[in-house]
């Protein structure tokens, strides 16, 4: 293996035909290539999506009212079901399988924005939520300064928000402490207790970040919803079903406002575990199909070098008829063409993943953050020399027939030919 004559002797078989060796090493080079790239693009879109489901717990549902599209018990469909106080008692008195159950309001709607002052400097793009402590289990938030709401804060209704990043921003002069002062809040004063952000980022929260969150009781109270509730975030427990805690948690509230319990309107829902099996799914499907694409634009590499391989034995019958006159043994012929096939993939594999893993570096530097739908575009290194291992295997398995041929040549009739 580590004979200087052998070496010198590949080197020269490799060099004796420069054009011939670098259009046979391309195929490798351009499947390893193909395959890292295409890796790459697959993690870089795998992290950008589920990247999104990082803003919340995936083993969770979200649950709201709406109008009822059937009739029952006496009333007439359009009813619209409207969440309370009771219904969340109810919802953690019965969802046995709920790990959280957060109710929660917001000021103006799903998505509203609301028109928040503070001396000379307001803001109008900003939402006002209702929540409770336990919802950062669901949504998770980094807290930069201050502290999060607590129980006592929920008990005492107490006039206290936990403010975005970019509400701090817009409210406050930089050289500012927003902890302890007042924003108002259509024409209510709350105290500043803590500034948020993004424990995850993703373009689906980016918005959070102008978010203002009180305490949910201290919201009904100074915003006139009373016993009202906006909608449910729910999590689950370990190894509990989503998909049927959800289902119990709608049977429960039809149940309580004699809604059908077939209706299939008159609670809307989404499930983030449900969407998150999807995409895992999908991107397992890519995985696959990356995997067969590069796999087999390798293989049609490696049969180029086995074919080369071929030529250069019949090239060569004469100097393998001499060495096996002289005595050379059939295992010393078969292991030179095989590690010389071996050299050529190995190489031209090894550049090929230099060359894929350079590209992916050179996309990620140039996207930087501007592209929230694909990030971090790399390939794990065991990918890499799992790789690297099969184009080795590969380059083996190129020489094999090649060098049953050369070990196969008749010294007479190899000295005989031209």
Sequence with gaps: MFDADRWQEIYHVLAKNKLRTALTAFGVFWGMFMLVVLMGSGNGLRTGVLGGFSSFATNS??????????????????????FTNDDTEALRRELRGAEVVAPRC????YRGTNYVTRGKFSGSTFSITGDVPE?????????????????????????VAVIGTRVRDVLFEAHEDPIGDYININGIYFMVIGIHDLE?????????????????????????????????????????????????????????????????????????????????????????????????????????????????VKERTKEIGIRKAIGATPYSIVSQIILEAIILTGIAGYLGLSAGVLVLEGVNSAMGE?????????????????????????????????????????????????
Excluded at 140 to 159: A, F, T
Excluded at 273 to 290: A, N, Q
């Design 61 to 82: 549902f979200f649950m709201w009212g709406q109008t009822t599209s059937m009739p029952y018990k006496g009333f007439q469909r359009g009813r619209y079901v409207a």
């Design 135 to 159: 919802v950062m289990a669901i949504t998770p938030k980094k807290i930069v300064q201050g502290r999060w709401l607590n129980s006592k804060d929920i008990e005492d209704k107490r006039k």
């Design 200 to 312: 995850f980022t993703s373009e689906h929260n980016d918005g959070e970040l102008e978010s203002i969150l009180t305490p949910l009781s201290t919201f009904q109270q100074a915003f006139n919803w009373g016993e009202r509730v906006g909608w449910y975030s729910i999590m689950g427990k370990p190894n509990v079903m989503i998909e049927d805690l959800e289902q119990e948690a709608r049977q429960i509230i039809m149940k309580r406002h004699n809604v059908h319990p077939e209706d299939p309107r008159a609670i809307g829902g989404w499930n983030a575990s449900e969407e998150f099996e999807k995409i895992t799914g999908l991107f397992t499907g890519i995985d696959m199909l990356v995997w067969i694409v590069g796999i087999f634009t390798l293989l049609a590499g490696v049969i180029g070098v086995s074919n080369i391989m071929l030529v250069v």
């Design 370 to 418: 501007g592209a929230p739908m694909f990030r971090n575009p790399e390939i794990d290194l065991n990918a890499a020399l799992f790789c690297l291992v099969v184009i080795v295997i590969g380059g083996g398995l190129a020489g094999v027939i090649p060098a049953q041929k050369a070990a196969g040549v008749d010294p007479i009739v190899a000295l005989r030919s031209e």
């Design 106 to 109: 917001q000021l103006g709607g």
